[in-house]
C-alpha cells in the first residue's frame, strides 16, 4: 500500500509493517495537493512504494489508493 510522506519525515522502518523501497512523485510535485501524513506537517509528499507496489510501477500503474479507512488515488509520474 504507497504511503505518503515528505522526504523530512520519511518512513520509520520500526513502525511499518511494509518494506517501502523508493518514493515516486505525485503529478505536479512539489506544487500537489499531496501533503505528508505525518499529523504535524505540512510538507509536500512524495508516494513511498512497498515491494508490490513498485512491481506495479514498473508495470506501468500510475494511479495508488488506499482503502482501508477512507478512499484516496495518487497519481505519479
Do not use: E, H
Amino acid at each position: 500500500m504507497a504511503l505518503c510522506r515528505c522526504q523530512i519525515c520519511g518512513v520509520k522502518k520500526s513502525r511499518s509493517k511494509k518494506n517501502y523501497v523508493t518514493t515516486v512523485d505525485p503529478i505536479g510535485y512539489p506544487n500537489a495537493a499531496v501533503i505528508c501524513g505525518i499529523a504535524k506537517c505540512t510538507n509536500p509528499a512524495k508516494v513511498w512504494l512497498d515491494d508490490n507496489d513498485l512491481i506495479d510501477y514498473q508495470n506501468g500503474l500510475r494511479l495508488f489508493g488506499k482503502t482501508v479507512t477512507s478512499m484516496v488515488k495518487i497519481g505519479v509520474v
